[in-house]
């Protein structure tokens, strides 16, 4: 068993963007300088185009948090986009979900997960299929996907237990670290002559940059600005201690999913960037004591074992081109006749603006 203990309260705070002793240490400082600068140009430049969410999974999201949502309407939505319709039942057949049979029908699986599940489902898998992707760092992004979702179930935990909305902390918490992919994104967009960047480099760069990005993304996308305001401060004490709560309860979410094996290690050791101050204080602001922690970490970790299931029984190569059959909305099958050919349909996933991207890369890296 893990154990987290949280450390006592701290007499000052770090300097957000400053990197710290240990890697200005081990990372050359004018490098981390440059490309972070250079990320952000990149960022804030008008040609540059976030990855986009399928509409259908901000519209499912978005209908999933009125009880009264009319079901067909959901099905229809998830029939728009039969890759995600895909990946729906293949949840719902998941060791979790799954009933004594497996499911087909497209609205026997969506009952199945109920409506609070269903807008959870539908936005992590959307996630993993059109923004954790990167040729580059494909094991980073799929690390990167692993420790989101498991983030953003111990967030809806902690909620629950703090008296928090557990749907708007799961979002909070799957999304906590989506600057990263659209950081890794762009830097796999460098030329092919350029030298990778060191696993020291990349970390401090992840580190300095991320939050403000995960908040820009968060913002291009019209999600809650509570949301948006919770990615973009959950690694410092200074900017943690004025954020909503739900800061507090991703700080604390996060390296408690680091701890139980649930970490992205960029090259310079697996962790989450949360100092121990910063924690300290998230720790205080939800009544969390050493003896509350240890109490807490057998329900944390049998979830994230069920995590693990989900995702090990759903990771699948979601590269372009792959055929997806496209799921019925009924079973329509008379008893007794001839099962009806199933026609694959050819789904494609959306390109990212590659050569825009690395144009803008060349052009404010100086390269």
Not at 137 to 159: F, G, K, Q, V
Not at 233 to 247: D, F, M
């Amino acid at each position: 068993m893990v154990e987290i203990m949280c450390p006592a309260a701290p007499t000052a705070p770090p300097t957000r963007g400053t990197p710290q002793t240990a890697a200005d240490a081990s990372a050359p400082f004018a490098t981390v300088l440059r490309v972070s600068d250079g990320l952000r140009r990149v960022f804030g430049s008008a040609g540059y185009k976030p990855p986009m969410l399928p509409s259908a999974a901000l519209e499912i999201h978005e209908l999933s948090c009125h009880p009264d949502v009319d079901t067909d309407k959901l099905i229809a939505l998830l029939e728009r986009d039969p890759m995600l319709a895909g990946q729906v039942l293949k949840v719902a057949n998941s060791p979790i979900f799954r009933g004594r049979d497996a499911e087909t029908s497209l609205r026997n699986a969506v009952l199945r997960l109920g409506l609070k599940n269903l807008g959870e489902v539908v936005f992590e898998l959307a996630l993993h299929m059109r923004v954790f992707r990167s040729a580059e760092y494909s094991e980073l992004m799929e690390d990167l996907r692993r420790h989101s979702t498991a983030c953003a179930n111990l967030c809806r935990l902690l909620a629950t237990k703090a008296g928090q909305d557990p749907e708007n902390a799961f979002l909070c918490g799957l999304l906590h670290d989506i600057g990263t992919a659209a950081i890794l994104i762009v830097l796999g967009e460098r030329r092919k002559s350029e030298p990778a960047l060191e696993g020291s480099v990349l970390d401090e760069v992840v580190r300095q940059t991320h939050e403000d990005v995960s908040g820009m993304l968060v913002r291009l996308w019209k999600l809650p600005g509570d949301v948006a305001e919770v990615v973009s401060h959950h690694h410092t004490r200074e900017a943690v201690g004025g954020a909503p709560l739900l800061s507090s309860i991703v700080v604390v979410a996060d390296v408690l999913s680091v701890k139980l094996g649930f970490s992205v290690d960029f090259g310079a050791g697996p962790g989450d960037g949360t100092d121990q101050d910063t924690l300290a204080l998230a720790c205080d602001k939800l009544k969390l004591d050493a003896s509350a922690m240890a109490a807490l970490e057998p329900e944390a970790a049998a979830i994230l074992e069920r995590v693990k299931e989900v995702l090990d029984h759903k990771r699948v190569d979601l590269g372009e081109g792959e055929r997806a059959e496209k799921p019925s909305a009924e079973k329509k099958d008379a008893p007794g006749a001839a099962p009806k050919t199933k026609v694959p349909v050819v789904v494609t996933a959306r390109k990212s603006p590659v050569g825009l991207l690395a144009r803008i890369w060349r052009a404010v890296s100086g390269r």
